[in-house]
């Protein structure tokens, strides 16, 4: 009995040697688990770091392969137009209220433009709502004037003035210098952005007539071109004087005319031609939009139809003063709005015809974009224009040209103007097999 309890001890005291040895053997296999813990992290950052870099890598392929694209848009006016992104060219990445937002189908500009931006919209509005509104307007606001306040008399004086003046856009107009060189016209070309091209230089020694084509449904090509400086014309085609000839009804509209007149605009009746031509000393160019008002009724988006085929009076007209014929071709004149369908022998198209052999104006149903939407509205569409003057076609005066004489030189202008075409329309993106429509 007396050595159980020495065995017990013995046995205990192994027991304890037993457990104060597996923590030992514990902490080892800890440590080793530590070590191995240590260098995994090691090991994980060395792989972060090559991953991160070939993070790193990929955006700046990314961002080479994005460059090339906008660099590529930049260069074809085509793709730009097409790119919808440049109707609205804000930076992806900036606040919400900077990017359009759609409700009700009609898509709204963003809160936040930048102010070039606002400042080439609000031109653009200006001479939209001028060319459609001022002129109507000024009659309405006369006719207040004198039957409703005591002011009649302003009404009467400018009556007088009109009387008296009626016949100025007859005889060369009333060109301001200073209104044709306003900054706001850098606004207005930037804005689709217009852009003018030469294919000759022009003898200040002799006179010209400039076949614009196409009409569009407002020649705001040739407006920008011709009516101002805002493309550098003067520095293209120094000592040339271009007036553009509108309308003779535009001259029965108070301040309108006045407007229209400051900007180097004249009536395209045919007095007003021939005194350009012969009273006006040389180096002028009398810029006709040949097509008229009813070539604004083939304008739609992507077409290129001209009517030209009866249009023979500019030439009857050059042949007779000796003046040279320049075709010109403004790429993208036709985009500007769109057109309600109106093929030829519709019942639209019939009612179209019909109001303008009476009005003398074509009457077409379009819509272009608003000031605060990109859907519908009467300010033209974000998309760019080229012209191309092309070389000119030299002409032996012929105080009175046969038929035949004109038709033979109507045929070469068309020829021409098809080859100037052709030349220039990859430029802007259009196919080799296109060709142009001539009516």
């Not at 050059?318 to 309600?340: C, I, K, M, T, W």
Request: overall charge negative; charged content about 25%; glycine content about 8%.
């Amino acid at each position: 009995m007396v050595e159980t309890p020495d065995e017990t001890e013995l046995v205990q005291e192994k027991k304890i040697e037993e457990m104060v040895q597996t923590p030992d053997e514990t902490e080892l296999v800890q440590e080793e688990k530590i070590e191995e813990m240590v260098e995994t992290p090691v090991e994980t950052e060395s792989v972060q770091e090559e991953k991160v870099e070939e993070m790193g890598e990929m955006p700046d392929e990314t961002d080479s392969v994005q460059e090339e694209k906008i660099e590529e848009i930049k260069e074809n006016p085509m793709l730009r137009s097409a790119n919808l992104e440049l109707e609205k060219p804000f930076e992806s990445e900036v606040h919400e209220s900077m990017h359009p937002t759609t409700m009700f189908g009609v898509e709204f500009a963003p809160l936040i433009i930048p102010l070039e931006r606002r400042l080439q919209t609000t031109v653009v509005l200006h001479l939209v709502a001028t060319f459609f509104f001022m002129g109507y307007g000024s009659i309405l606001l006369g006719l207040y004037l004198l039957f409703f306040t005591r002011y009649w008399w302003l009404t009467v004086l400018y009556a007088g003035w009109f009387v008296y003046d009626i016949e100025t856009c007859n005889r060369g107009g009333r060109r301001s210098e200073w209104v044709r060189n306003w900054p706001i016209w850098e606004h207005y070309r930037n804005y689709f952005p217009v852009s003018l091209k030469k294919s000759a230089d022009l003898d200040p020694n002799k006179n010209y007539i400039f076949g614009y084509h196409p009409h569009g449904i407002i020649p705001l090509g040739a407006m920008c071109n011709f009516g101002t400086e805002g493309t550098g014309f003067s520095k293209l085609f120094p000592n040339i004087k271009p007036y553009l000839l509108m309308l003779q009804g535009i001259f029965w509209l108070p301040f309108l005319r006045d407007y229209m007149m400051t900007a180097g605009g004249c009536s395209v009746s045919k007095s007003s031609i021939e005194w350009i031509l012969t009273k006006e000393g040389k180096g002028n160019a009398a810029v006709i939009v040949i097509g008229g008002a009813q070539e604004a009724l083939e304008a739609h988006p992507g077409t290129h139809t001209l009517k030209l085929k009866a249009r023979k009076g500019f030439v009857k007209l050059a042949l007779r003063h000796g003046a040279s014929l320049v075709p010109v071709y403004s790429f993208g004149e036709n985009d500007l709005f769109d057109q309600a369908e109106n093929p030829v022998g519709s019942k639209l198209r019939e009612l179209q015809n019909y109001l303008t052999s009476k009005l003398g104006m074509s009457p077409p149903i379009f819509h272009g974009r608003g000031v605060f939407n990109y859907s519908f509205g009467l300010i033209p569409y974000r998309r760019p224009v080229m012209t191309v003057v092309g070389k000119p076609l030299d002409l032996e005066k012929v105080e009175n040209p046969d038929e035949t004489l004109v038709s033979q030189t109507h045929e070469k202008y068309i020829s021409e103007l098809c080859s100037l075409f052709d030349t220039h329309k990859t430029e802007f993106g259009i196919g080799e097999d296109v060709k142009l429509t001539i009516i």
